[in-house]
């Protein structure tokens, strides 16, 4: 992936995950990932209006 001037390797989003997944826990991660998706869902609704 690439960000701007950040080049982001796959092996290192997997790292990523795993530190925010030992963080917060599975549990926790899972509501995290349902607030993310239900708040890109109301944008994309709200940005058609």
């Known amino acids: 992936m690439y960000f701007g001037a950040f080049i982001i390797a796959p092996l290192e989003v997997i790292l990523v995950f795993i530190i925010i997944s030992l963080i917060f826990g599975p549990g926790r991660l ?3 990932g349902r ?3 239900e708040m890109v869902s109301n944008y994309r609704k709200e940005s058609k209006r």
């Open 30 to 32: 899972a509501r995290i």
């Open 35 to 37: 607030s993310v998706g």
